[in-house]
């Protein structure tokens, strides 16, 4: 059973950083493509970036492109995202999701971050 545990949220200020981490365990990390969504009040959730599990590929949602990071320690099973530049509009929950595309994909129970300006 894959058990993904995301943490680094918290309450920052318009241009400030934060680093989530999600730690995975239950299976082998390497063999899932990893990715963090959004979901803000009222909002549907939707795709930040995310980390191809075969070749280390990156994906990111245009919002983020340039502010936000997205990486993996496989010797640690865990994915991070650096998040720089922060604005308001990033407040939302942040998930963290393990996917075998077409197979199965997992969720965790997300990190608020909350930008004020």
């Known amino acids: 059973q894959v058990q993904l545990v995301e943490s680094g949220g918290g309450l920052v200020q318009t241009g400030d950083s934060l680093r989530l981490s999600c730690v995975f365990s239950?299976?082998?990390?390497?063999?899932?493509?990893m990715g963090w969504f959004r979901q803000a009040p009222g909002k549907e959730r939707e795709f930040v970036a995310s980390i191809r599990a075969r070749d280390g590929q990156l994906y990111y949602d245009n919002s983020v492109k340039g502010r936000f990071t997205i990486s993996r320690d496989n010797a640690k099973d865990t994915v991070y995202l650096q998040m720089n530049s922060l604005k308001p509009e990033d407040t939302a929950v942040y998930f963290c999701r393990a996917e075998k595309p077409g197979v199965e994909n997992h969720w965790g129970q997300g990190t608020q971050v909350t930008v004020f300006s």
């Open positions: 239950g299976r082998t990390f390497s063999a899932y493509t």
